[in-house]
Nanobody, 123 residues
Framework: VQLQASGGGLVQTGGSLRLSCSASGRTFSSYGMGWFRQVPGKEREFVAAISRSAGSTYYADSVKGRFTISRDNAKSMVYLQMNSLLLEDTAVYYC?????????????????WGQGTLVTVSS
């Protein structure tokens, strides 16, 4: 599976951004998708995940109520709508694919990663 993330940029606090991730190489509807983020010097952390059919979504407590993950299986795309952005949301955001039935919350469980897109929130 090849993943390509896009949509990062510079935004002020309270603003919104939508990240996109395109996938190719396998039937998109056969695996879960997720978003993680990483700040230099810190471990990559879970942000959100969505099941194969989009029937279930999962969020880190820090983004719950502000971020929304969605997917379009016909287009092989996953999205992360980020609203009410905070300074602490600044990070490189990575999309991930195929946790192979394991917990969505741990980076070690995901088989494929995109290249990352930088989100910078300024005051």
């Amino acid at each position: 599976v090849q993943l390509q993330a896009s949509g990062g940029g510079l935004v002020q606090t309270g603003g919104s951004l939508r990240l996109s991730c395109s996938a190719s190489g396998r039937t998109f509807s056969s695996y879960g998708m997720g978003w993680f983020r990483q700040v230099p010097g810190k471990e990559r952390e879970f942000v959100a995940a969505i099941s194969r059919s989009a029937g279930s979504t999962y969020y880190a407590d820090s983004v719950k109520g502000r971020f929304t993950i969605s997917r379009d299986n016909a287009k092989s795309m996953v999205y992360l709508q980020m609203n009410s952005l905070l300074l602490e949301d600044t990070a490189v955001y990575y999309c991930a694919a195929d946790p192979a039935g394991r917990s969505y919350y741990y980076t070690r469980n995901w088989n494929y990663w995109g290249q990352g897109t930088l989100v910078t929130v300024s005051s």
